[in-house]
Nanobody, 121 residues
Framework: QVQLVESGGGLVQAGDSLTLSCEAS????????MGWFRQGPAKEREFLAG????????YYEDSVKGRFTISRDNAENTVSLQMNTLKPEDTAVYYC??????????????WGQGTQVTVSS
């Protein structure tokens, strides 16, 4: 089992930046691919980005490419999502996720509880 705990959500204004963090436990962190998802009001959960176990490779959905950056620190068992130029449509609950396998595929197995990000206009 893998336990994931997100932090860093909050209320920001359009154009602001925000960094989300997720701490993992329960399994060797460097064996896991990590990802970030979000679910906005009345929307389906959306895959945003994934990162390989080494951190050397990352995948981004077109909706966030160029604005969001995923990174990881295997020494600290954490993965982060740097979000720049936030828009009101980025308002959502953001979830950290983990899996064994391909980081670019959205079939993640383990999930955090989510952290709310609200972007005001």
């Amino acid at each position: 089992q893998v336990q994931l705990v997100e932090s860093g959500g909050g209320l920001v204004q359009a154009g602001d930046s925000l960094t989300l963090s997720c701490e993992a436990s329960g399994r060797p962190f460097s064996s896991l691919a990590m990802g970030w998802f979000r679910q906005g009001p009345a929307k389906e959960r959306e895959f945003l980005a994934g990162i390989s176990w080494s951190g050397n490779s990352a995948y981004y959905e077109d909706s966030v490419k160029g604005r969001f950056t995923i990174s990881r620190d295997n020494a600290e068992n954490t993965v982060s999502l740097q979000m720049n130029t936030l828009k009101p449509e980025d308002t959502a609950v953001y979830y950290c996720a983990a899996k064994l396998g391909a980081y670019w595929q959205k079939d993640y197995d383990y999930w955090g509880q989510g952290t709310q990000v609200t972007v005001s206009s």
